[in-house]
């Protein structure tokens, strides 16, 4: 008789499976699944239309919920289609695992745990934190990460470490309530984005990771996966810029009311004045420079990144509104010919451009002036706010 599974309880009190999509891992797939029928006898398997001989392997896993498509979809519909069986079987939550061999089981303890310490009504979606600066991980995997991380940021807020590890748990009625789109390795950011903007906590657990080159076989393809990964978080940023931060701010204010609103997202009492001042600091900077057309997606990325307040940020980057554009180009223009020890030109005349040389210095004049100009007015306000901001945090500190 075989022993109980070592975490069968803990997976049945949490309604919680392991889903593994697979796609021609012959070389591993068994050992993997054997390993974690250790843990648990709550596994669904979608074969996402395997030509090698995983279909004969499954075979000899009859206790295992199995599920095959016959032609390859991609991982992200494997993934679809398994959070729609497991929720369909009465499972709340599911574990992905990939079948390549590079996760360990022993850390399905950390995500049941995770599990089982979060708060009543709050919902959570753990992703695997692979800690890519370690010895062994390749370099354009970690690479890929790192853009990934950087763009999830300025879309949600969240900063995670990894935003791609296959090794996840994922809270199944509300990821199958989600319109979800692709069908290959971008579902997995599709979905996490997607959780977030509807308030889902979004976190990194750790966790380990092996590679072992000679049997893990991958399915990513460089070119085409980063480059659909890329479209996606195009997109994703138009969303967020024009729709899902507007939305919530908006829902923000009318929740707190217009004295809260202020005190809480604008004035932010409690941040420190530093930080105040710097998201002042870098909306002039960014309203100042010289990039026309990307004034709102660079201000929001660079607040998201910097951790600053990014409703005031995008509020003084609109220093340069139409009224003030000619302004901040002539003074742009008046400081670089003051750098280049050209002297200040007050009368700028048709015939001083007449030359495609002087088209060329011209141009370059003017963008070595704006961003000084602009790096010179952003420490001037920031020293002037981080003074006021200290002086009024001093003079609530002392008021009785």
Same mark, same amino acid.
């Given at each position: 008789?075989?022993?109980?599974?070592?975490?069968?309880?803990?997976?049945?009190?949490?309604?919680?499976?392991?889903?593994?999509?697979?796609?021609?891992?012959?070389?591993?797939?068994?050992?993997?699944?054997?390993?974690?029928?250790?843990?648990?006898?709550?596994?669904?398997?979608?074969?996402?239309?395997?030509?090698?001989?995983? #279909?004969?392997?499954?075979?000899?896993?009859?206790?295992?919920?199995?599920?095959?498509? &016959?032609?390859?979809?991609?991982?992200?519909?494997?993934?679809?289609?398994?959070?729609? /069986?497991? &929720?369909?079987?009465?499972?709340?939550?599911?574990?992905?695992?990939?079948?390549?061999?590079?996760?360990?089981?022993?850390?399905?303890?950390?995500?049941?745990?995770?599990? &089982?310490?979060?708060?009543?009504?709050?919902?959570?979606?753990?992703?695997?934190?692979?800690?890519?600066?370690?010895?062994?991980?390749?370099?354009?995997s970690s690479l890929g990460n790192k853009f990934s991380?950087?763009?999830?940021?300025?879309?949600?807020?969240?900063?995670? !470490?990894?935003?791609?590890?296959?090794?996840?748990?994922?809270?199944?009625?509300? /990821?199958?309530?989600?319109?979800?789109?692709?069908?290959?390795?971008?579902?997995? *950011?599709?979905?996490?984005?997607?959780?977030?903007?509807?308030?889902?906590?979004?976190?990194?657990?750790?966790?380990?990771?092996?590679?072992?080159?000679?049997?893990?076989?991958?399915?990513?393809?460089?070119?085409?996966?980063?480059?659909?990964?890329?479209?996606?978080? *195009?997109?994703?940023?138009?969303?967020?810029?024009?729709? *899902?931060?507007?939305?919530?701010?908006?829902?923000? =204010?009318?929740?707190?009311? #217009?004295?809260?609103?202020?005190?809480?997202?604008? *004035?932010?009492?409690? &941040?420190?004045?530093?930080?105040?001042?710097?998201?002042?600091?870098?909306?002039?900077?960014?309203?100042?420079?010289?990039?026309?057309?990307?004034?709102?997606?660079?201000? #929001?990325?660079?607040?998201?990144?910097?951790?600053?307040?990014?409703?005031?940020? #995008?509020? =003084?980057?609109?220093?340069?509104?139409?009224?003030?554009?000619?302004?901040?180009?002539?003074?742009?223009?008046?400081?670089?010919?003051?750098?280049?020890?050209?002297?200040?030109?007050?009368?700028?005349?048709?015939?001083?451009?007449?030359?495609? !040389?002087?088209?060329?210095?011209?141009?370059?004049?003017?963008?070595?002036?704006?961003? !000084?100009?602009?790096?010179?007015?952003?420490?001037?306000?920031?020293?002037?706010?981080?003074?006021?901001?200290?002086?009024?945090?001093?003079?609530?500190?002392?008021?009785?």
């Amino acid at each position: 008789m075989s022993s109980t599974p070592l975490h069968q309880a803990r997976f049945e009190d949490l309604n919680c499976c392991i889903l593994i999509p697979t796609y021609n891992n012959e070389k591993t797939l068994a050992s993997v699944l054997q390993d974690l029928l250790l843990y648990t006898s709550n596994l669904v398997v979608v074969n996402d239309g395997s030509t090698d001989s995983t #279909f004969e392997i499954l075979q000899e896993f009859s206790e295992i919920n199995i599920h095959h498509f &016959e032609q390859n979809k991609g991982k992200g519909e494997a993934l679809k289609q398994g959070f729609r /069986i497991a &929720e369909e079987l009465g499972y709340e939550y599911a574990v992905t695992i990939d079948s390549d061999g590079q996760h360990y089981p022993d850390d399905l303890d950390i995500f049941l745990g995770e599990l &089982e310490n979060k708060k009543s009504g709050t919902e959570i979606l753990l992703v695997g934190d692979r800690n890519m600066t370690q010895e062994g991980i390749p370099g354009k995997s970690s690479l890929g990460n790192k853009f990934s991380n950087f763009w999830f940021l300025v879309v949600t807020g969240i900063n995670l !470490t990894d935003t791609q590890s296959g090794y996840r748990l994922y809270p199944l009625k509300t /990821i199958n309530e989600l319109r979800l789109y692709t069908k290959k390795f971008e579902l997995e *950011i599709e979905v996490i984005v997607k959780a977030a903007w509807r308030k889902v906590k979004v976190k990194n657990i750790p966790i380990k990771v092996f590679y072992e080159e000679e049997n893990r076989v991958t399915h990513f393809r460089p070119f085409w996966d980063i480059s659909r990964i890329t479209l996606l978080y *195009i997109w994703f940023v138009l969303v967020s810029f024009f729709y *899902i931060h507007p939305r919530d701010t908006y829902n923000d =204010f009318r929740r707190k009311g #217009f004295k809260r609103f202020w005190k809480e997202n604008i *004035i932010k009492s409690e &941040e420190p004045a530093y930080k105040k001042a710097a998201a002042i600091a870098l909306g002039v900077f960014v309203g100042i420079s010289p990039f026309w057309g990307f004034h709102t997606l660079l201000v #929001f990325s660079l607040a998201a990144v910097l951790k600053l307040n990014k409703v005031v940020a #995008f509020l =003084f980057s609109n220093i340069s509104i139409p009224p003030l554009i000619p302004l901040i180009v002539y003074a742009s223009y008046q400081v670089g010919s003051f750098i280049t020890g050209r002297g200040f030109r007050w009368e700028l005349r048709p015939e001083d451009f007449d030359s495609a !040389t002087d088209l060329i210095q011209g141009f370059w004049q003017y963008i070595l002036g704006s961003f !000084t100009l602009a790096g010179v007015i952003a420490l001037t306000l920031w020293a002037i706010f981080y003074f006021m901001f200290s002086l009024t945090r001093q003079q609530q500190v002392v008021k009785p």
